[in-house]
C-alpha cells in the first residue's frame, strides 16, 4: 500500500514538473513575441556592434569583458575610449601594443578596470598566434578554451558563442536568473552550469531562438519582472507564472481570515 501510494504521488510530482516545463516554454515564446520584434540595438551594446560588423571578434570579445558588472552607458563609454586609441575595428595587433596599465586607465569608466584589463591582456595572449581561431575553432573546445582564461566567465564566453558564433548555448544574467526561479525553474543561486544545463534541456536547441528567448528574458527583467515589485498585474505571462499564482493564492487566504 505504501509503495502504491509513493508511486501515485512519484507520478503526481512527475506531471507537476513536466506541466511546470510546458508552462515555460510557452511563457518564452510569449515573451519573444512580445519583445524581440521591438529590440533596440541599443539596449544590447555587444549584439549591437555584432549586428552593425566592421569589428574584429577580438574587439566584441573586449566588448563583452567591458560590458561585465556595469551599466551599457559605461561599457560603452569606455569601449569609445578604446576605439579612439586603436581604432573602430579594435584591431589585436594594434589592442596588444596598448600596455595593460593604458589599458587600465582607458577602460576605467567600465569599472573593475584593473581585473577587466588583465582579462583583456591574457585573451590577447592566449589568441596572439592565431586571433582569428576565435571563428574556426570548434565551439565546445573553443567554449573550454575560453573558461580557461583568466578573468573571462562562463557568462562572457556564451554571449560571444551565442552572439557571435551562433552556438546554441544560453548565458545567464541576474534577470534571467531571478526570472528562472520566479517561473519554478531553478534557485537564482544554483551554479551556472546546471541553470544553463536545464533551460537548454527545456528550450529548442535552435540558436536564433535562444538568442531571441535571452533578450527577450532581459528586456521582460528590466521592465517588468524586476527584481523588486515586479509589475505582475500588469505581465503578458501572468497566467503561466507559479510565482504569480503563489501570490494571489496568499491574498486570498489573507482574505478568508
Ligand atoms: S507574473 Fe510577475 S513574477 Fe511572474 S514573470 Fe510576470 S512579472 Fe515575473
Known amino acids: 500500500m505504501v509503495a502504491l501510494l509513493d508511486d501515485i504521488t512519484s507520478r503526481q510530482d512527475n506531471e507537476r ?6 508552462e515555460f516554454l510557452k511563457a518564452v515564446k510569449k515573451l519573444i513575441s512580445v519583445y524581440y520584434p521591438n529590440i533596440r540595438l541599443d539596449d544590447f ?21 567591458l560590458s561585465q558588472n ?10 569609445r575610449r578604446l576605439k579612439e586609441r ?23 569608466p567600465s569599472g573593475m578596470q584593473r581585473q577587466k584589463s588583465q582579462a583583456i591582456t591574457n585573451v590577447l595572449k592566449e589568441f ?4 582569428d581561431a576565435l571563428m574556426r575553432e570548434d565551439p565546445e573546445k573553443l567554449r573550454e578554451r575560453l573558461l580557461r582564461i583568466d578573468g573571462v566567465g562562463p557568462k562572457t564566453a556564451d554571449v560571444f558563442l551565442l552572439f557571435v558564433r551562433g552556438y546554441p548555448t544560453f548565458p545567464m544574467d541576474t534577470h534571467i536568473r531571478r526570472f528562472l526561479e520566479r517561473m519554478g525553474i531553478g534557485c537564482r543561486s544554483e551554479p551556472y552550469e546546471k541553470l544553463r544545463e536545464r533551460v537548454l534541456q527545456l528550450l529548442p536547441r535552435d540558436p536564433g531562438f535562444l ?10 527583467g528590466r ?7 515586479p509589475l505582475c498585474h500588469e505581465c503578458v505571462i501572468n497566467s503561466l507564472c507559479p510565482y504569480y499564482r503563489g501570490k494571489l493564492q496568499e491574498i486570498s487566504k489573507d482574505e478568508t481570515r
Open 17 to 22: 514538473v513536466t506541466a511546470r516545463h510546458e
Open 211 to 220: 538568442l531571441a528567448a535571452h533578450l527577450a528574458i532581459i528586456m521582460h
Open 128 to 131: 596572439r598566434e592565431d586571433p
Open 223 to 229: 521592465k517588468v519582472c524586476r527584481a523588486r515589485n
Open 70 to 79: 556595469t551599466s551599457d552607458r559605461n561599457a560603452s563609454v569606455a569601449l
Open 86 to 108: 586603436v581604432g573602430e575595428y579594435l584591431d589585436p595587433a594594434k589592442l596588444k601594443k596598448v600596455s595593460v596599465e593604458e589599458l587600465e586607465e582607458i577602460i576605467r
Open 45 to 65: 551594446p555587444s549584439y549591437k556592434l555584432v549586428r552593425n560588423g566592421g569589428i574584429h571578434p577580438i574587439g566584441i570579445l573586449v566588448s563583452i569583458i
